[in-house]
């Protein structure tokens, strides 16, 4: 095989100015980050603070479900049953000792002393860390069970990938969907109830992790890097031909089954880390923590911010959590006129943000009958409310309304915009720059070898030259039968 040489192009001389840039800009923006949440953290309100720990948590969980859902191209309903397995695991691994003093004394506890005796702690003296028990190397220990349910939870998106080899579509997300019942279900059993202490399971997780900004934002931090740079790299490609074609993907050489168990092995695996944290934040373990309506929320998150858009899907966490956490007006008891009102605006506000939108995006026509009509509506609501006619009357306590406000964003998303806010596309100092490139990069020179090795280009070259007369004898052929008629 001849080698592939890297050949010069006008690009070169800029992409390394570039990539400085970048990596200034960047360092920049994670230094003003950093200060930002030194500085929410010091003056905010410890809801706030904790609000934004509960984003980063599930920051980590839809970009890891992304991975799955947005850039493999597969629909799966089972991530609470991963984050399970993960938050179970950590949770055991880092359980203080008064928390299991409890629990080996209460009546109604399934957990043996052997069980009981499974910790990182003890693994540590046994092998003759001593100096990694104390309290103050309690993080250390952390670590070791969160990236150890995370491991764990790895081995079991392995085995739910080998069925996903022949499935494809609502098969497939039926398949993820039962698995993550199984492993929820499962856990309360008689064969798991000495792991998991069955429904009951077990308080008195340190929550000072999962509550900590510094901690969960590391994750995240960490999580979107790894994602990210999957993604751009030549697995990731692989896994959106797959996404896009998956017989063309596997006529062009791909290998489907590996592809897709890598990514479902990587994606459970930060879905554990996301379950460690989100039982840390939460202090404790116990089976309703991990429903399907956990699953729920990141797929509105990733379809509201932009299937395969890591950036989008950060966007969508940001405002699934700030519903879940201010959205505590939603559910309160209004007259039946204010919840009119409060209707209408919203919805005359929905109709001013896809006009916007439209704009931003330079999209014709700007005014679509799908942005009057809502307008319309939202006019014809506030109107009613204005005479506050006699079936206005009385008052409604809105039970569940925050559930009910995302399953409708999640709708209105689906009709109007199927891809998301953002689609597929990414924040990048380029886009934000405004500048156009119109050459691949170095990275994708670098991914598809035939773009800069001179034989094949040689052989392309040929090929176009020799092709070029026989083209012409064809069209002067062409014309002479053209003639004739």
Do not use: C
């Not at 203080?96 to 910790?119: F, H, V």
């Amino acid at each position: 095989m001849t080698r592939a040489v890297r050949t010069p192009t006008a690009l070169d001389d800029v992409d390394p100015q570039r990539r400085v840039r970048n990596a200034a800009l960047t360092l920049v923006a994670l230094g003003l980050g950093i200060v930002a949440l030194w500085a929410l953290q010091s003056v905010g309100s410890t809801k706030l603070t904790q609000a934004l720990a509960l984003f980063a948590i599930w920051g980590v969980a839809t970009v890891s479900l992304n991975l799955v859902n947005g850039t493999l191209g597969i629909l799966s309903l089972g991530h609470h049953g991963f984050m399970l397995i993960g938050g179970y695991t950590t949770g055991l691994l880092i359980l203080s000792e008064e928390a299991r003093g409890r629990i080996e004394s209460s009546a109604r506890s399934t957990m043996t002393d052997e069980t009981l005796a499974i910790s990182v702690a003890n693994l540590l003296r046994g092998l003759g860390l001593d100096g990694l028990t104390t309290p103050e190397t309690l993080w250390v220990r952390f670590l070791i069970a969160i990236f150890l349910g995370g491991l764990v939870a790895a081995v079991a998106g392995l085995i739910v990938g080998f069925p996903s080899l022949r499935l494809r579509g609502d098969y497939l997300a039926i398949v993820t969907f039962g698995f993550g019942e199984i492993i929820r279900l499962s856990a309360s059993t008689r064969v798991f109830a000495p792991l998991t202490n069955g429904a009951l399971g077990f308080p008195g997780i340190e929550s000072e992790f999962g509550k900590s900004v510094w901690w969960t934002f590391g994750f995240l931090a960490f999580t979107v890097f790894v994602v990210s740079k999957l993604k751009y790299s030549s697995y990731g490609r692989a896994m959106q031909g797959i996404r896009e074609d998956e017989v063309a993907a596997e006529a062009m050489g791909v290998n489907v089954a590996y592809h897709k168990i890598l990514g479902f092995v990587i994606s459970a695996f930060f879905a554990g880390i996301a379950g460690g944290l989100w039982v840390s934040w939460l202090g404790g373990v116990r089976l309703d923590f991990f429903l399907f309506q956990l699953t729920f929320f990141f797929l509105v998150a990733i379809s509201v911010g932009g299937t395969g858009s890591i950036t989008g899907v950060l966007l969508g966490t940001a405002l699934v959590v700030f519903v879940r956490q201010y959205g505590d007006p939603l559910e309160e008891t209004y007259a039946l006129r204010t919840w009119a009102m409060a209707g209408g605006v919203l919805l005359l506000v929905a109709s001013a943000a896809l006009l916007g939108f439209r704009t931003l995006r330079r999209l014709r026509p700007r005014v679509t009958p799908a942005v009057l009509a809502v307008a319309a509506l939202a006019l014809v609501v506030l109107l009613v409310a204005a005479a506050n006619p006699a079936f206005l009357d009385g008052s409604f306590r809105g039970f569940g309304m925050r559930a009910i406000f995302l399953s409708v964003l999640l709708i209105v998303i689906m009709i109007f915009r199927p891809e998301g806010m953002l689609g597929r596309a990414e924040f990048s100092w380029a886009g934000l720059l405004r500048e156009r490139r119109s050459e691949p990069t170095d990275e994708e020179r670098r991914q598809d070898a035939w773009l800069s090795n001179p034989a094949l280009n040689a052989d392309a070259d040929h090929a176009r030259v020799d092709a070029a007369p026989d083209a012409a004898d064809a069209g002067d052929a062409r014309t002479d039968r053209e003639g004739g008629r």
